[in-house]
């Protein structure tokens, strides 16, 4: 079977903090989807679409009108950065902007524009939706001690900071099924110096945290839950306390991702910790790599300056073993493509 998640895909335009990344909140957007949902359905695939907002992790040249983004509370994102475009078919890493505090009205807008994102992604041809709740963008901001600092029912307390999550999961459940949803979270227990595009926070208590989010998930009955490690440079393992714990939390499909190996994946599936691994970098870089895998050939590596912006460099150009036997070696072969 083949089971891909097409990431990220904005619910609204506020949710937009990186150049050229796509919504799915108008018609004309639906109708763009559909020639994706049916080439992935003509080879026999499953495609779900993850819904994004990047609340705070955002620019005021991304915005409408130039206005501040969105946030839970009004403290600016750190450590991180935003793509903006800087000129036609040009842009930039920058700095996000200061955001503004949601007022408690908004934020119950925002969960129906969640509902009504599913609802356009079913009808756009999608399998299921998965909600981005990892990487620091508005749910994890909701979650996160750090950057969630309400008074009103959304903020204090574990279960006041989930509670947004909680509302989104039951409003798509109502209007696409459960079975259909899937959620991801990136469960940090240590961060990094090192300069991102995206991260994520560490909580306090990350083990509670997202395990209790796991046992909401749990008594929603939803499909999966995507976990997104930590995928630096020498990046620490989740714990295996972790691990185990989140396995008897949680009765649905899990899935783990981040700087993994077909050998890793095998150590964690024979565990009993995850059912389902995901590759992303290793997929721009190799579009035959389940057959890599199979075959035990080795992988091209990704090269990180396309990976934003520009132009099918970097996208759709990466040779298979098939176009370019030459090609297997473990460095990119640039010079014949």
């Known amino acids: 079977p083949k089971f891909g998640v097409h990431f990220s895909v904005q619910i609204e335009p506020r949710g937009q903090g990186y150049a050229w990344t796509p919504g799915i909140f108008t018609a004309e957007q639906i109708e763009g989807w559909k020639k994706v949902t049916r080439a992935v359905h003509s080879q026999g695939g499953t495609i779900f679409c993850q819904l994004w907002h990047v609340g705070r992790v955002s620019h005021r040249s991304l915005q409408p009108d130039g206005q501040a983004p969105v946030a839970p509370s009004a403290i600016r994102a750190e450590g991180v950065k935003v793509f903006v475009e800087t000129g036609p078919g040009t842009g930039a890493l920058a700095d996000p902007d200061e955001p503004r505090e949601l007022t408690t009205a908004e934020v119950q807008e925002l969960v129906a524009m ?27 901001q909701f979650i996160s001690e750090h950057s969630n600092h309400r008074t009103d029912q959304y903020g204090g307390s574990l279960k006041n900071r989930l509670r947004f999550l909680e509302e989104i999961v039951s409003a798509i459940s109502a209007e696409v099924g459960a079975e259909r949803l899937g959620v991801r979270f990136a469960p940090l227990f240590e961060s990094t110096e090192e300069e991102r595009v995206y991260l994520g926070l560490v909580e306090s208590d990350p083990h509670e945290t997202y395990l209790e989010a796991a046992k909401l998930l749990e008594k929603r009955g939803v499909a999966y839950i995507s976990i997104a490690e930590a995928d ?31 050998e890793k994946a095998i150590r964690m599936l024979e565990a009993g910790y995850g059912d389902l691994f ?60």
């Open 114 to 140: 969640y509902a009504r994102a599913a609802r356009n992604a079913v009808e756009a041809g999608f399998d299921g939706v998965e909600i981005h709740s990892a990487n620091g963008y508005l749910v994890n």
């Open 232 to 262: 630096w440079d020498n990046a620490p393992e989740l714990p295996e306390s972790f691990c185990v714990a989140l396995r008897n939390a949680f009765s649905g499909v899990l899935i783990f991702a981040g700087r993994y190996t077909p």
């Open 278 to 337: 995901a590759f992303g970098k290793p997929f721009i870089a190799n579009p035959d790599l389940p057959d890599r895998i199979r075959k035990g050939l080795p992988w091209n590596d990704v090269d990180p300056t396309t990976m934003y912006g520009g132009t099918d460099k970097g996208y759709t150009d990466y040779p298979t073993v098939e176009s370019h036997p030459d090609s297997l070696s473990r460095e990119r072969v640039t010079e014949q493509l």
